[in-house]
C-alpha cells in the first residue's frame, strides 16, 4: 500500500497543512514536526551572532561614533563581515562581533587567554587576522571575495580541534 500526503508550505511551519489519516501520514507529521524544532533552533543559534553583529555595525556607520573620532564602518564592511560569518556558524563556535575606530568590523574567537583569533574586515576584499596559539602568535591578511579563505579556516580548527 501506497500513502499519500500532500504538502503546502505555510507561513507556519506548526501548521498542519494535510488531512491525511494514516499512520504513515502520523509518522510523517512526526518527523516534520522534529524537523521543524531543529530548524527553529538552530535560526535561534545563529540569529545570536548575526544580530551581534548588526548591532555593532549599526552603532558605529557613523563618524566620530566613540567620540575620539573614529572612523565609521563602511556598509561594504558588514556586508563583507556577514558573509564570512555565515559561512563559519555551521563549522565552528559562533564569534564575538566588534568595531574597531579604524572603521573595521572585528570577530573574535576566544578559546581560552592565551587561545584567540581575531579577524578584522574592512569591506576592501581583503582580511586581516591575528591569532594567540599559547606562546605562538600568527598574524596576516587573506582576500575574502566569496570563498572561506583556507588559512583562515587552518587557524580555526587549530583554535578549537587541536
Known sequence: MTATLSFRPTANLNA???????????????KFQRFSESLQRAESLFAHPIRELGDAFLDCRHEDWDGYDAQPVPDEAYLQ????LSQVLSAFPAPTASANPSGSLTLEWFAAPSRRLMVSLNGE????????FGSETVQGTASFLDDFPLELFWHLKRLYYR
Do not use: C, H
Not at 576584499?125 to 594567540?132: C, E, K, R, V
Open 16 to 30: 498542519n497543512p494535510s488531512r491525511a489519516t494514516s499512520s504513515e501520514a502520523d509518522d510523517i507529521r512526526e
Open 81 to 84: 563581515t556577514k558573509a564570512l
Open 125 to 132: 576584499q581583503q582580511l586581516a587576522f591575528a591569532g594567540l
